[in-house]
């Protein structure tokens, strides 16, 4: 039986990526894509979600979010994935046919959660969407079997600052309602997107060698975004944090460390806006401590932090979905 998946997406190349890679899987269902405001505005990102179904062939159904964070100032991240979000090919990746739903992302996420057993929910952009749903309809928490995040950085450095990843900077109140929820996380963060989890000259010349439409697709869309990678990092390739957090949600075993810690998101320093503070050394226990995380101690359900991926795997499965 195919597992029930749900998608919430800001829609940028490398979420382009991860969405193909679900949609292209044959034991996974994608029951709905949910769009929020992230590496582009809520229109654009609508937009683009429509053209990875209507390339994949399917009817999954998209529905509109967020267009902002709950309480800060929207900032895209269009330097780094174009205007578009798609490295700005102008009309040649835009949907024909397809419509979005008329049903708020929001309310997509409370009914689906309700209506399906055991659905993943996988979060590819900043948290508002769910943020969102779960402070509307609680009750959702327990019903969601497995809700992968691509965001944050555990014990390590951010991309947008020193501190912090882009899709948690960018709504980090929504990251901390979410990280508060009990729901079942793993967290998939930056660090995996780096190093040798990046598509070398040589990944690149072996996907283009596959020669499908979402092969070409893949390396076309992130071809700027590897122009952004390369002077933020100095590193050459294509960076694809999103794709890599969809191949730990569809082969869990691509994970090869885990471990379950408390995890806050900081809101009120702006020098560390959106760092995702991970107990690692479970420093709860030290009563010093224990009044700063009370709240924290109180949820069930601990963060299951991924502390080691198998970047051949990762890739391996990449190649497979773009035939």
């Not at 049903?103 to 948290?127: F, Q, S, Y």
């Not at 995040?149 to 912090?164: E, L, Q, S």
């Not at 401590?289 to 709240?295: A, D, I, K, M, T």
């Amino acid at each position: 039986m195919a597992r029930p998946f749900l998608i919430d997406t800001d829609a940028g190349s490398d979420d382009a990526v991860a969405i193909l890679m679900a949609l292209r899987r044959p034991d996974i269902d994608v029951r709905a894509i949910t769009v929020v405001a992230g590496n582009v505005p809520l229109p654009q990102g609508v937009v683009n979600s429509l053209y990875f179904t209507e390339l994949c062939g399917t009817d999954v159904p998209v529905y509109a979010g967020a267009e902002g964070p709950l309480l800060r100032e929207y900032v895209s991240a269009d330097w780094f994935h174009g205007a578009d979000g798609l490295g700005d090919w102008g009309d040649r990746y835009k949907p024909k046919r397809a419509q979005a739903s008329e049903t708020h992302a929001v309310d997509a996420i409370i009914e689906t959660a309700r209506a399906t057993t055991d659905l993943v929910i996988v979060t590819l952009g900043p948290l508002t969407n769910l943020a969102l749903a779960l402070r509307k309809a609680p009750d959702i928490a327990p019903l969601i079997s497995r809700c992968v995040v691509m965001g944050g950085a555990a014990c390590t450095n951010g991309n947008v600052t020193p501190a912090a990843e882009y899709n948690i900077w960018c709504d980090p109140e929504a990251a901390r309602i979410v990280f508060r929820s009990g729901l079942p996380i793993e967290m998939v963060g930056w660090e995996f997107s780096i190093g040798e989890f990046v598509l070398t000259l040589d990944d690149i010349d072996c996907v283009r060698g596959i020669n499908t439409p979402f092969a070409d697709f893949t390396i076309d869309c992130n071809i700027k975004g590897m122009r952004g990678y390369e002077i933020q990092t100095g590193e050459i390739g294509i960076s694809l944090p999103d794709g890599v957090a969809m191949a730990v949600a569809i082969d869990p075993t691509i994970c090869i460390a885990k471990s379950q810690h408390l995890v806050d998101v900081e809101c009120d320093s702006e020098l560390t806006r959106g760092m995702t503070v991970v107990d690692k050394l479970n420093l709860t226990d030290d009563a010093r401590n224990e009044p700063v995380w009370r709240e924290l101690l109180q949820i069930a359900k601990k963060p299951s932090i991924c502390w080691e991926l198998d970047a051949a795997r990762w890739k391996d499965l990449l190649y497979q979905l773009l035939r």
